[in-house]
Antibody, heavy 114, light 107 residues
Framework: QVKLLQSGAALVKPGDSVKMSCKAS????????IHWVKQSHGKSLEWIGY????????NYNEKFKSKATLTVDKSSSTAYMEFSRLTSEDSAIYYC???????WGQGVMVTVSS | DIQMTQSPASLSASLGETVTIECLAS??????LAWYQQKPGKSPQLLIY???SLQDGVPSRFSGSESGTQYSLEINSLQSEDAATYFC?????????FGAGTKLELK
């Protein structure tokens, strides 16, 4: 069955970067794009961007363009998102989802604190 | 960016009742709308896509409809497991945007 398994929670300091992973299984990784979504505590969802695992092509929400970097490793069917120059506003849960959002990872809780 | 105005923010209903949640798009999104259910501590789950198509495995008591730029999610015969937060999302134009969510409580 289709699964997206994300990496564990992260506690990072302001100004640092964090890189999280999303390992896909149960389908052909290069057949579907991978989206990334942010959910701040108790709030709604924000689309960060997507990556096409086949071509490596990306599309970012302008809001996150200078913050997020999406990559993939086709050999391990894993997508990655690196978030840089972290501030308290970046504390949230980050999800990966297979396009068309029919399967989601379990989420990664990122806490930014000194 | 396309704005999705979702209402109500919360509602309370009894088992067996029917409830409707609405989303108003700031421009035409040509039926490119999805509905998700999210329970506490869990990831969102796709219920409806393309405004009215039921995702595989989703009970038929969930249905979606549209009228112009107004989209609705109806849940019939409420069950206890329907207590959750529901979000709409437009997937017509990037950046994809979500509604603020509706928290459904069962009395």
């Amino acid at each position: 069955q289709v699964k997206l398994l994300q990496s564990g929670a992260a506690l990072v300091k302001p100004g640092d970067s964090v890189k999280m992973s999303c390992k896909a299984s149960g389908y052909t990784f290069t057949d579907y794009i991978i989206h990334w979504v942010k959910q701040s505590h108790g709030k709604s969802l924000e689309w960060i961007g997507y990556i096409n695992p086949y071509s490596g092509g990306t599309n970012y929400n302008e809001k996150f363009k200078s913050k997020a970097t999406l990559t993939v490793d086709k050999s391990s069917s894993t997508a990655y998102m690196e978030f840089s120059r972290l501030t308290s506003e970046d504390s949230a849960i980050y999800y990966c989802a297979r396009g068309p959002f029919d399967y989601w990872g379990q989420g990664v809780m990122v806490t930014v604190s000194s | 960016d396309i704005q999705m105005t979702q209402s109500p923010a919360s509602l309370s209903a009894s088992l067996g009742e029917t409830v409707t949640i609405e989303c108003l798009a700031s421009e035409d999104i040509y039926s490119n709308l999805a509905w998700y259910q999210q329970k506490p501590g869990k990831s969102p789950q796709l219920l409806i896509y393309d405004a009215s198509s039921l995702q595989d495995g989703v009970p038929s008591r969930f249905s979606g409809s549209e009228s112009g730029t107004q989209y609705s999610l109806e849940i019939n015969s409420l069950q206890s497991e329907d207590a959750a937060t529901y979000f709409c999302q437009q997937h017509h134009d990037y950046p994809y945007t979500f509604g603020a969510g509706t928290k459904l409580e069962l009395k």
